[in-house]
């Protein structure tokens, strides 16, 4: 059963890069393709989803890196959560891909690596230590950046290449802290216990593995007078991380590289690519260091402050911009620092929020990207202004896109409310001087400012009368392979709003045991 852990990994990689290479005389035409690839996404989707079902608290070792660090996979709550959410967008994106993609070029070469992405994922999902997770950490930039310059115009190469900057110069922050932590995991067993009478330090440490609560023992770290440069590096690994997850001021690479993107592509990128700076951050602070070691610390301040200004000010540009997907995309920037401003609070109730928040966005981004995908698709219109009257003949569409754009502001009984009510109450139970009622305020406004830049569009729709083209023009629904997606993903935000109580208590006393 272990080894299905490589599988669910090795598996949609190798089946990537088989499709790239393959012949082109191979696949006659493109329903060829599609049945190939159809079939390659459910084989993948449903493997990883045996494996994850099935191996909770398996481990396997690939081999060791330097030093004795292995390099392996472990599957526990957390994994299984953001795998889950993987596999379900990965599903519902791709169907909504086999229409879509109609009228883009080199179709065989966006499956591959939308495959290969997918595979890179599921070993973020599964690292079981903090040097795996980084070194996946790292593929999934590389797998990842084909799909953002797939178009291959200037605009999407410059885009792509200013992703791949972003990512790595994160990427080299977040390094820098994994060498200064190792040093405390190279500390001698020896020392360790003489010192401090600590017999199991250094087995716990030495592979840098992800433990409930934290292996980094603060009485070590004071005790080496080195607690300034730990913060600092807890710090750099925070902000590394968080490039991807676009927290300020390392944010301009995702506002530029999604519009340019295939709508699917966006899909993914906003609803689950941007959360693996997400995960690497909470088992950065939770399964590594550990909170207890930096709740109080200018760490935990700085880091709740750029949540909220990232938060703010993500909200403020999506209400100025007037291009759907650029606004989408800000909007993304903007949401994430609500995980990311519930992660820095270091408590249950906020933490909670977060990655209640995680599995919402990921369902109500994608759904909105998609939604933008498909209007494009049909109309060709890409402005916010362009849709009136549009509603009368897209009710399913437009109705599908309401109720995602409520639950993105947190409006009953929508799914955004629960998420953004822990998100709050976690703030103001915090004993962050300031943050503990600006966090509060601050998702208040960027509530008012989602609704401010989402609703104006269903309004247009639905209430105001068609212009010429629009009368011209014999708009309908989209194909059912776009519209059922989007549909999907609009009922289940409504029935995590009404039904979330088996997901809190799976988080609260799942995932989050032990950690506080």
Request: hydrophobic fraction near 55%; charged fraction near 10%; aromatic fraction near 14%.
């Amino acid at each position: 059963m272990n080894y299905m852990i490589l599988v669910s990994v090795v598996l949609p990689v190798l089946v990537g890069f088989i499709l790239l290479f393959l012949p082109e005389r191979v696949l006659e035409n493109r329903q060829h393709l599609l049945k190939v690839t159809g079939v390659s996404f459910l084989a993948c989707a449903l493997v990883a989803v045996y494996t994850m079902s099935g191996a909770a608290g398996n481990r396997l070792v690939l081999f060791n890196l330097v030093d004795k660090i292995p390099v392996y996979f472990a599957i526990d709550s957390l994994g299984t959560l953001f795998a889950g959410i993987v596999i379900f967008i990965f599903l519902l994106a791709g169907c909504f891909s086999f229409v879509y993609m109609a009228h883009e070029r080199n179709e065989k070469r966006y499956y591959s690596f939308y495959l290969i992405t997918f595979g890179v994922l599921m070993g973020l999902c599964f690292a079981g230590n903090l040097v795996t997770l980084y070194l996946f950490y790292e593929f999934m930039t590389l797998a990842s950046m084909p799909l953002v310059l797939h178009s291959g115009t200037k605009e999407a190469v410059m885009a792509g290449l200013k992703y791949l900057f972003y990512s790595f110069c994160g990427a080299y922050m977040a390094l820098f802290g994994i060498y200064f932590l190792y040093q405390y995991a190279l500390m001698s067993e020896e020392s360790a216990s003489g010192a401090l009478g600590i017999a199991q330090y250094s087995e716990t440490a030495h592979m840098m593995g992800f433990v409930v609560g934290g292996w980094l023992d603060t009485e070590v770290v004071a005790l080496s007078g080195n607690t300034g440069m730990c913060l600092v590096a807890v710090f750099l690994m925070i902000v590394g991380f968080g490039v991807k997850a676009g927290c300020f001021p390392f944010h301009a690479w995702l506002p530029t590289a999604h519009p340019v993107a295939p709508a699917p592509a966006s899909a993914f990128l906003s609803g689950i690519i941007v959360k693996g700076g997400v995960l690497a951050l909470i088992r950065t602070v939770y399964y590594c260091v550990g909170a207890e070691f930096l709740r109080g610390t200018w760490v935990q301040m700085v880091w709740g402050i750029l949540a909220v200004v990232t938060l703010v000010m993500g909200s403020v540009l999506a209400f100025k911009e007037r291009v759907l997907k650029k606004r989408l995309a800000y909007s993304t920037v903007s949401n994430l620092s609500y995980i990311l401003l519930g992660l820095s609070m270091l408590n249950l109730t906020a933490f909670t929020g977060s990655l209640l928040h995680v599995i919402f966005h990921a369902v109500i981004k994608s759904a909105l990207f998609l939604f933008a995908g498909a209007l494009i698709f049909v109309t060709g219109r890409t402005k916010v202004n362009e849709y009136m009257g549009l509603g009368k003949k897209m009710p399913i569409l437009f109705g599908s896109y309401t109720i995602v754009s409520l639950g993105l502001i947190g409006i009953p009984p929508t799914s955004g409310v629960v998420s953004k009510w822990y998100l709050a109450t976690g703030c103001l139970e915090s004993d962050l001087t300031g943050l503990s009622w600006i966090g509060p305020a601050a998702l208040l406004v960027s509530a008012l400012l989602t609704a401010g830049y989402l609703l104006p569009i269903s309004i247009r729709a639905f209430l105001k009368e068609p212009d010429y083209e629009v009368m011209r023009n014999d708009y309908k629904e989209p194909h059912l392979l776009m519209l059922i997606p989007i549909a999907l993903l609009a009922i289940i935000t409504f029935v995590f709003g009404l039904y979330p109580v088996p997901l809190i208590q799976w988080i609260q006393n799942g995932i989050a045991a032990g950690l506080f």
